[in-house]
């Protein structure tokens, strides 16, 4: 059954319905006529009306794709809730909706419940029907916001009172709203030992996909490097010019453990990360992320490849925006160790964490392997 239905009323209409029935025989039997015929009228209006009861809404479905939405810290999404009516109508009804707070309604009186938004929105349909409620949101916090609950209260066409259908399945539609973008000091330096994709003035290595020009023919230059074509136009031997490349690619490894739970400033952190992020998507940089909340699969704990480009920056906030106060962590050692035999660390690496002793080890031994950077929390590193 998709929708439950409650209506306390249905008994006590079943009770005057009878009380009605015994009224009309017993004004039959005392030759009452015309208050034989006030009750089949009020009779006609029960019956009716507890008919409609039983039988509204059971043709009523609600179209619960999967969907997910993205949203920007303060940006704009809605909530597209689409019901195809196939049975009796409804008039004068009201849909009443409960979502998780990472975002909001625009504009609109709600009430909270803990981390619940309720809120309520007409509704009306006719049979035969479709219509699309669209609830304008805006992303309030980080996190993922899923409609908890939904229900449709539907009031009796003839007196008060009202029945309710409350929709059973687990509703698919979620809205993601991605962590603050802080603007947080940055910057990196290219490996001129490891071939990449930077275009780099002084390097070791040279992509030969790119050729820039040529130059005079010296003795040193190798046979296969000389342009043929720019030779015979110039009369003289031309060697060709590539690009000069280096690798750039970053690693930042965020521990949220602290004890038994996450760190105090986790959502501070999040977005010092997130920050980072959005800065090497802009200058084309590669990055990988790791985090050590624990995660099934070949990795033990959150971990996002190499990669650049928007498909990345998108995988790599909807890994931050997911990450909760109630996630089970892994130790910062034991992520290092586990990064540190099955992966090869990058020109760059980031350590951000609020406990570097934890992380002395790794520190220590990747001091030759890597550019380490160590970011402790905020606080550490601006006590005043």
């Known amino acids: 059954m998709v929708w439950i239905r409650h209506d306390d009323d249905t008994k006590n209409m079943k009770w005057v319905l009878g009380f009605l029935v015994v009224l ?3 004004a039959m039997a005392f ?11 009020v009779a006609a209006v029960v019956g009716l009306q507890l008919l409609y009861s039983n039988r509204v809404g059971k043709k009523l479905m609600f179209q619960n794709s999967r969907i997910r939405k993205r949203v920007l810290y303060g ?6 809730l689409i019901f195809k009516n196939d049975g009796l109508p409804i008039w004068g009804g ?12 625009t504009g609109e009186r709600v009430a909270n419940f803990g981390d619940l938004v309720e809120l309520d929105l007409p509704f009306t349909i006719g049979s035969k029907q479709t219509i699309e409620i669209d609830v304008p949101i805006s992303g309030k916090r980080r996190g993922l916001s899923r409609i908890k609950k939904m229900e449709v209260l539907i ?3 003839f007196g008060e009172g009202s029945m309710t259908l409350e929709y059973q399945p687990m509703i698919l539609h979620e809205q993601l709203v991605f962590p603050k973008l802080q603007k947080y000091p940055f910057g990196y330096t290219p490996s001129r030992q490891k071939p990449g994709q930077f275009n780099l003035q002084h390097s070791l290595f040279d992509d030969a996909f790119q050729p820039v020009g040529t130059r005079d023919y010296v003795s040193t230059d190798q046979f296969n490097q000389i342009h043929w074509k720019a030779s015979v136009r110039m009369q003289n031997y031309q060697t060709k010019i590539f690009s000069q490349v280096a690798n750039e690619s970053m690693l930042f490894a965020l521990n949220v453990s602290a004890h038994y739970g996450t760190i105090y400033d986790l959502e501070e952190r999040i977005e010092e990360l997130a920050s980072y992020i959005e800065n ?7 990055y990988a992320l790791a985090v050590n909340i624990r995660s099934a699969g070949k990795m033990p704990y959150l971990y996002l490849s190499t990669g650049l480009g928007q498909k990345q920056r998108q995988q790599a906030l909807e890994l931050l925006s997911v990450i909760s106060k109630n996630n089970a962590t892994l130790s910062y050692r034991a992520m290092l160790g586990h990064l540190d035999i099955h ?3 990058p020109y760059t690496t980031y350590l951000l964490t609020d406990e570097p002793l934890e992380a002395i080890r790794f520190i220590t031994k990747w001091g030759g392997q890597t550019e380490l950077t160590v970011l402790p929390g905020r606080k550490e590193r601006d006590p005043a």
């Open 24 to 26: 009309f025989f017993m």
């Open 31 to 41: 030759l009452q006529f015309t208050a034989a015929a006030v009750i089949v009228f």
């Open 75 to 80: 940006g704009d999404s809605s909530w597209k």
């Open 94 to 105: 009201q849909l009443k909706i409960w979502f998780h707070d990472a975002v909001e309604p």
């Open 155 to 157: 009031p009796h066409p």
């Open 280 to 286: 090497c998507f802009s200058a084309g940089v590669p």
């Open 343 to 345: 992966t090869d660390l």
